[in-house]
Nanobody, 124 residues
Framework: QVQLVEAGGGLVQAGGSLRLSCVAS????????MGWFRQGPGKEREFVTF???????YYADSVKGRFTITRDNVKNTVYLQMNMLKPEDTAVYSC??????????????????WGQGTQVTVSS
């Protein structure tokens, strides 16, 4: 079992920045793909970004150019740097870990473990 704990959420003004972290513990050995998803008020959970075990990244169009995902395998931590935040970015952000090679990494089905989520609120 892998446990994921997110941190860094909070309230920021539009145009501001925030950095989220996701620390993994437990059975953290192996090569995991890591993803971030979010669920805003009145919305379904949506894909934000992922980073593969080898460092490849991909972003949803809604955050491309503003968000950056990185990972530190020594610290078992993945980060989400969020810049130029918009009110539409308001959501609970959850990190996820998985080893699936059969499902798209933009899909929740690709991930086996999930964090509890951290609230990000962007005011206008």
């Amino acid at each position: 079992q892998v446990q994921l704990v997110e941190a860094g959420g909070g309230l920021v003004q539009a145009g501001g920045s925030l950095r989220l972290s996701c620390v993994a513990s437990g059975r953290t050995s192996g090569t995991y793909n890591m993803g971030w998803f979010r669920q805003g008020p009145g919305k379904e959970r949506e894909f934000v970004t992922f980073i593969t075990w080898s460092g490849g990244t991909y972003y949803a169009d809604s955050v491309k150019g503003r968000f950056t995902i990185t990972r530190d395998n020594v610290k078992n931590t993945v980060y989400l740097q969020m810049n130029m935040l918009k009110p539409e970015d308001t959501a609970v952000y959850s990190c996820a870990a998985g080893k699936s090679s059969l499902a798209s990494l933009t899909s929740r089905r690709a991930y086996d473990y999930w964090g509890q989520g951290t609230q990000v609120t962007v005011s206008s």
